[in-house]
Every structure is written in structure tokens, then in C-alpha cells.
């Protein structure tokens, strides 16, 4: 099982920033796109953003202009810098390895909770 290691959630007041980091080993990185996704109480699991191993990113419509997704190849880590928070960004976060911004594997992370709240 390659390992995924999330870190950065938090509790955050609506309106404010929040940088979540999914970090893996650099065999693996370098060959794979990676993705944010999200799974608030009650919903299905939801693509957040993705990015390949070119730099192609793409976004949900509801974090369009609000997220940005990058990736640190000399650090074999992907970020998510969510910025403008709203309470309904609430929800826990997952990260995976994909093939592109559409294909993915069935590889992810353990999670990290972000809720918005004041």
C-alpha cells in the first residue's frame, strides 16, 4: 500500500485560509496526478481539484478562484491552499493518485478534517 500522508486541517472561521498538505514517497509521485477530494456528513465523495504531473489543475465549480491546488516535486507533496472558506467547505478531505485529471487509482490518504466555523 503506498502511503499518503495528509496534514493541515483544522478548525478555520468563515472567510479565512487553510493549506492542507498530502505528502508520498518520490517513485510515486513523480508518475502520478494527484487529487484533493472532500466528504461532508451525509454526501457522497466529491472531487475537490487535481493536478497532473505537467501542472494541468482542474477545479470543482464550487472552489473556482477560491482553491488553489500545486504540487512540490522536490518534496513529493501536493497542497491544497483553500482560501475565502465557507461552512459549507466543511467536510473531511482525502487525497489520491490519479493518471490524470479524470482516471484515478484506488490508492488514498487517511483524511484530515476541515470544518468552518465561528
Known amino acids: 500500500q503506498v502511503p499518503l500522508v495528509e496534514s493541515g486541517g483544522g478548525l478555520v472561521q468563515p472567510g479565512g485560509s487553510l493549506r492542507l498538505s498530502c505528502a508520498t514517497s518520490?517513485?510515486?509521485?513523480?508518475?502520478?496526478?494527484m487529487g484533493w477530494f472532500r466528504q461532508a456528513p451525509g454526501k457522497q465523495r466529491e472531487l475537490v481539484a487535481a493536478?497532473?504531473?505537467?501542472?494541468?489543475?482542474r477545479y470543482a465549480d464550487s472552489v473556482k478562484g477560491r482553491f488553489t491546488i500545486s504540487r512540490d516535486d522536490a518534496k513529493n507533496t501536493v497542497y491544497l491552499q483553500m482560501n475565502s472558506v465557507k461552512p459549507e467547505d466543511t467536510a473531511v478531505y482525502f487525497c489520491?493518485?490519479?493518471?490524470?485529471?479524470?482516471?484515478?487509482?484506488?490508492?488514498w490518504g487517511q483524511g484530515t478534517q476541515v470544518t468552518v466555523s465561528s
Open positions: 489520491r493518485l490519479g493518471y490524470s485529471t479524470t482516471a484515478w487509482s484506488g490508492t
Open positions: 518520490g517513485s510515486i509521485f513523480s508518475i502520478h496526478s
Open positions: 493536478i497532473t504531473k505537467g501542472g494541468n489543475t
